[in-house]
């Protein structure tokens, strides 16, 4: 919120704001008008103020520079325009002239409008929420970050021949719903995000595929049968070698066996 007062030589009892709203587009320098009819014959001394709602927090820094009031006297009348510099977002309020005469309190001493900040749509994002399979039921979402007035949204298909698909019953909403979907579901998506500014679009490919398709799940099962014969291998390999380094020890034990036997049996011989 802020508060602006100029002291003036010319009273007025009647003060008028033409319009109810004005609308201008981000950045702009623009000019909300206050003018006040003089009630009594000569007015000395009149206290024009300007004030907009909203919280008074760093008011003072966020209007500093940007913001001066305009008066001029014609005779009985007296203007009071507000100028405002580089609008934002945040200049989207209402603003209040009000007059105060100390001779005088009778009448119509406050008028107010409202500034509307007009800002194009920011390029959509469109999003698939869901699982692109046979039966499933997915959500098509548009949105843009920026927008005032807030954007409305529209949506158009085509299949994957490019044959534009029939409007669907509401195709105003940010969030496009798609039941039971299957292979005709298939397509190209655009969304159309608009205000009285301008619009934008963002578009996105929709592929439906039976669940079968999934590649996660057989790439799982291609690696564990991989895995499980290479283990196979493994076990055969370790066998074999086992079974053969144990007929390379009975082998050799053979010959010192006979010999040992032939000593008992022909103890002379051996001497």
């Known amino acids: 919120m802020f508060h602006l007062e100029v002291w003036s030589s010319t009273a007025a009892i009647n003060v008028e704001i033409p319009k109810a709203a004005y609308e201008f587009a981000r950045g702009d320098n623009v000019t ?41 006297v014609n005779g009985a009348s007296v203007k009071a325009d507000l100028k405002l510099s580089s609008i934002t977002l945040d200049d989207n309020k209402e603003f209040e002239c009000e007059v105060q005469i100390p001779s005088d309190d009778e009448g119509k001493l406050i008028d107010a409008t409202r500034l509307i900040v007009l800002v194009a749509p920011s390029p959509p994002i469109c999003k698939i929420e869901g699982k692109a399979e046979y039966g499933q039921n997915i959500n098509i979402t548009c949105k843009s970050e920026e927008g005032s007035p807030a954007p409305t949204y529209k949506w158009q298909s085509r299949d994957v021949r490019n044959a534009l698909r029939a409007p669907w019953p509401r195709t105003t909403d940010r969030i496009l719903s798609l039941y039971n979907i299957s292979k005709e579901t298939s397509g190209f998506y655009v969304c159309t995000s608009s205000n009285k500014i301008r619009s934008a679009t963002c578009n996105i490919t929709l592929t439906v595929m039976p669940p079968s398709m999934n ?4 790439a799982r099962i291609i690696t564990g049968v991989v895995l499980a014969l290479i283990l196979f291998i493994v076990i055969i390999e370790y066998c074999c070698c086992q079974k053969k380094d144990k007929d390379n020890e009975e082998y050799t034990m053979a010959p ?4 040992l036997l032939h000593s008992r049996l022909n103890p002379n011989k051996t001497r």
């Open 215 to 218: 590649v996660g799940p057989v």
């Open 256 to 259: 010192y066996v006979l010999l």
């Open 32 to 72: 909300l008008p206050c003018t006040f009819q003089s009630a009594l014959p000569k007015i000395d001394l009149a206290v024009i103020s300007w004030s907009a709602d909203g919280p008074k927090t760093n008011a003072d820094k966020k209007y500093d520079g940007r913001v001066a009031v305009d008066v001029k």
